[in-house]
């Protein structure tokens, strides 16, 4: 994918000028020149590497005297390529312009008419600066990026490395807070596509209604409300990296629509005829069992087995014992940097508490405790039972893995540990919230279904409906 030398792109529409910078700065670069914000978007599709730098004119057809395209390109530019440095080279020099091009995203402005020599050395040291940033972005990948020197973690890392650069999609699986979308961005920063976008998309957050203008995109006057053509998230994304987070959400009609993008690349905005190509590498992830959605029915096998070409796993928290210590001291240094307080330290029996806790939130639950406990105890040492009021016992408890129901005497066991572990149990209070599970998991596996649910907890369908009743009281 990389050229040899990188790309300059020129978008002026003054063959003087594009003429003349051509021939100074081709030595250097490898310059490409559009007159358009039309010109550069199909320039852009064309590309084999993300252009490196740009100067932009501001006063571009169809209207030369506003500088509203020049801003359309800027914007385009940094779509297309994050890393960009962008110069705005303009006779449109007065102080709004200037400072508009440069909220957008432009790294410098030079009036026109300007010195060759200077521009060039402008550029040469913007490219400078470029590689600096990005160097940074691969060692704060590397080191920042997915922490843990526990094995899961280790070979976690080495199937990043390995599944990096290939084309195909991945799919990503793991419990909520588990590091999922971690993982995501470290597979686009890993990659040969870095410098392209890296967009993600939480389908479970898309409205249905929405989803396929978000992820396609429309043509003006599709349907009420589009008041203009809008490109979608497969477009935007170009040659880089698509995330699609809770994908088991996506709605069936639309997981036809990606399967389509998946096994050719080709899609449309809702309201054209026109077929387009998608180059985006396609990374999901889901912490739902996909195979039983594909059970059923509610996820299709087709587009299952496309996705998970490469499956990773991302291991939950509790496996991750040695990792705990030092995930806790990140998030400790990290947090207390940013509000400017002291470090807290544990005790030796909150050390011992703080590795026997499983975290059932994951990651995201542990670094949450650190955020909290830097907030009562800043400069202070806590102790086991302040730790352990930080603590999701009930879950813990109670997680479906931590239960054993096999027999009466793990079943004991459970309980006993239940008690030890948490003042003031009250055995109503666990009783609601067992069958309080029980039905809400029925209701979810029924799709909310009152007579189906009954027959799978074996009540009748009115003891359920009153069992509901009682339990919101
Ligand atoms: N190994 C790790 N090293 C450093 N930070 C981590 C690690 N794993 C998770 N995190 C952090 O924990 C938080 C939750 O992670 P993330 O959002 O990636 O989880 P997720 O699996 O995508 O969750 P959900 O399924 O709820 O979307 C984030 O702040 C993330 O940066």
Redesign the pocket.
């Known amino acids: 994918m990389a050229a040899l030398r990188p790309v300059l792109m020129i978008i002026d529409d003054d063959p003087l000028i594009t003429d003349t910078l051509h021939f100074v700065l081709s030595k250097y670069f490898e310059v490409c020149v559009a007159e358009s914000y039309t010109q550069l978007k199909s320039l852009l599709q064309q590309l084999d590497s993300p252009p490196a730098l740009a100067l932009v004119d501001l006063g571009l057809p169809p209207t030369p005297h506003t500088p509203e395209e020049g801003f359309k390109v800027i914007s385009a530019l940094l779509t297309h390529s994050p890393t960009i440095k962008i110069h705005v080279l303009s006779g449109q020099s007065d102080d709004v312009n200037v400072k508009h091009a440069l909220a957008l995203g432009a790294v410098d402005f030079i009036a026109k008419p300007c010195d060759v020599e200077k521009l060039k050395d402008m550029l040469l040291n913007a490219l400078k600066v470029q590689d600096v940033e990005l160097n940074e972005m691969r060692v704060e990948q590397e080191h920042g990026?997915?922490?843990?020197n526990s094995l899961p973690?280790q070979a976690l890392r080495m199937q990043i490395r390995q599944f990096a650069d290939s084309p195909f999609p991945v799919l990503i699986e793991?419990?909520?807070?588990?590091?999922?979308?971690?993982?995501a961005s470290s597979f686009h920063f890993a990659s040969q596509r870095l410098l392209y976008p890296y967009l993600s998309v939480n389908c479970a957050a898309v409205s249905p209604l929405l989803a396929e203008s978000i992820l396609f995109g429309h043509a003006k006057g599709a349907f009420t409300g589009a008041v203009a053509a809008h490109a979608g998230y497969f477009e935007d994304a170009g040659d880089g990296t698509l995330f699609l987070?809770?994908i088991g959400e996506l709605p069936l009609e639309l997981q036809a629509k990606l399967l389509r993008v998946l096994e050719n690349g080709e899609y449309q905005r809702i309201g054209e005829t026109q077929t387009r190509k998608s180059r985006a590498r396609i990374v999901a992830?889901t912490?739902r069992d996909l195979r039983a959605e594909v059970r059923a029915g509610k996820f299709r096998s087709d587009l299952y087995h496309r996705l998970s070409v490469f499956t990773v796993h991302?291991p939950p928290l509790r496996e991750l014992a040695e990792?705990k210590h030092l995930?806790r001291d990140?998030f400790i240094e990290f947090y207390t940097k940013q509000i400017d307080k002291l470090p807290f330290k544990l005790d030796a029996k909150a050390e011992v508490r703080w590795l026997d806790y499983d975290f059932p939130g994951?990651?995201?639950e542990l670094?949450n405790v650190v955020i909290r406990l830097i907030a009562k105890y800043s400069g202070k040492t806590v102790k086991e039972s302040e730790l352990t009021a930080e603590f999701d016992l009930s879950e813990q408890a109670f997680s479906t893995d931590a239960f054993d129901f096999s027999d009466d005497a793990s079943m004991t066991a459970q309980a006993q540990k239940h008690l030890q572990r948490q003042a003031n149990v009250s055995l109503d209070a666990v009783l609601k919230s067992w069958e309080r599970a029980y039905i809400d998991a029925a209701m979810k596996m029924t799709h909310g279904n009152l007579s189906q649910a009954a027959k799978l907890l074996n009540v009748n369908r009115t003891t359920l409906y009153s069992r509901m009743n009682t339990q919101e009281d």
Do not use: C, F, Q
Not at 174 to 183: F, M, N, Y
């Open positions: 990026g997915l922490l843990g973690i793991g419990e909520s807070g588990s590091g999922k979308e971690l993982v987070d809770e992830a912490n991302v990792d995930l990140h994951n990651v995201r670094r």
